[in-house]
């Protein structure tokens, strides 16, 4: 589901970067109906940038931002949870809609990961490390706005208290921006809710990178599954950073790595020591715009897109296989 639609993006309006819909009837008025789930809560995000010393009289809304970023919603549908076997629970982030979402986004270096055994030691080195400007929009809040972190761990224990007689299960997607919070909330609910049994998992649509390898570790020692679903010809799923070669953890596209062994010793250990060397999560699914047919404009936008990340999935059965002809149905008005 687009969640980006569902945003109020006029500048000039009392109600911009707010959610168009109430709860209630979010899912049916974005044209989605019977999807057998029930929002639970919406989810906003704080941007907090810091300015230069010479600006800090400005105003404050000039620098600090709270926007709808998505909503939480449970299953209700009684047969689809005999089928899974478990109620699930979604939480979904959108992409990058707002000025200072973008200049978040611009922090590209990786900063420690609090309330890790290497923070708690005071190490800055070989521990988990995440991308600057992500970090910053999961944890930031304000006097009158609590964090998404706040929002999502409160709306999470809410629901494990509430459905802790059964199997329960949470599955986060997000695209693009909305992968990457994806990714750290997957995080943060198996850290802080580590003795409950409950299976989390990431759909993560064209994210860019997250974190470094100690970052990774970490998801994989939870039992985080994360699913990247990555366009070949997307860009931004091939930034911030580098990825060197000692860490080709499941990413297909072999062109993306650094080789390390071509480099003299010293450069490698620079290389290992700076705040840009990144590693992939999870499991990917590498698929291709010009696979499709029906994508008859390729062009950055276009690679980036949720509506073609949504078509190239549904017309995908193999890498051995042609792309199905049910998929271009899923373009609709961006069809070119």
Avoid at 266 to 280: G, L, P, S
Wanted: one cysteine or more; aromatic letters at 8%; proline letters at 4%.
């Amino acid at each position: 589901m687009e969640t980006l639609s569902m945003l109020r993006i006029n500048p000039s309006s009392p109600t911009y970067a707010n959610c168009r819909f109430p709860k209630r009837t979010l899912f049916e008025r974005s044209g989605f109906r019977d999807t057998g789930y029930r929002v639970t809560k919406h989810l906003r995000a704080t941007s907090v940038i810091q300015l230069p010393r010479w600006m800090e009289k400005a105003s404050s809304w000039m620098f600090t931002q709270s926007s709808w970023i998505g909503y939480v919603a449970v299953s209700q549908n009684k047969a689809e949870i005999a089928r899974l076997g478990r109620r699930d629970v979604v939480i979904a982030f959108r992409g990058t809609a707002t000025c200072l979402e973008w200049l978040e986004n611009l922090r590209a270096t990786l900063t420690q990961l609090p309330n890790t055994e290497c923070d708690k030691n005071g190490s800055d080195e070989s521990g988990p490390m995440v991308e600057r400007g992500f970090l910053s929009l999961y944890t930031s809040g304000t006097p009158i706005r609590p964090s998404l972190q706040e929002m999502v761990r409160e709306e999470s224990k809410r629901l494990l208290q509430t459905y802790g007689d059964e199997p329960l299960s949470l599955t986060i997607a997000g695209h693009s921006l909305g992968a990457a919070l994806a990714t750290l909330a997957a995080y943060d609910i198996k850290t802080t809710f580590n003795r409950v049994p409950v299976l989390v998992t990431v759909i993560s649509f064209g994210g860019p990178r997250v974190g470094n390898r100690s970052f990774r570790q970490l998801l994989d020692k939870q039992g985080t599954k994360v699913l990247r679903i990555v366009n070949s010809d997307d860009v931004i799923t091939k930034l911030p950073g580098f990825v060197i070669d000692g860490d080709q953890n499941d990413v297909a596209d072999k062109g993306d790595l650094i080789s390390m062994a071509s480099f003299p010793s010293w450069i490698q250990k620079r290389m290992e020591d700076t705040q840009w060397v990144y590693a992939e999560v999870g499991r990917e699914l590498r698929l291709s715009s010009k696979d499709s047919p029906y994508l008859n404009s390729i062009n950055v936008a276009t690679c980036h897109d949720l509506k073609t990340y949504l078509h190239l999935v549904n017309g995908f059965v193999s890498s051995s296989s042609p792309f199905v002809e049910k998929a271009k149905r899923f373009l609709g008005n961006r069809r070119r």
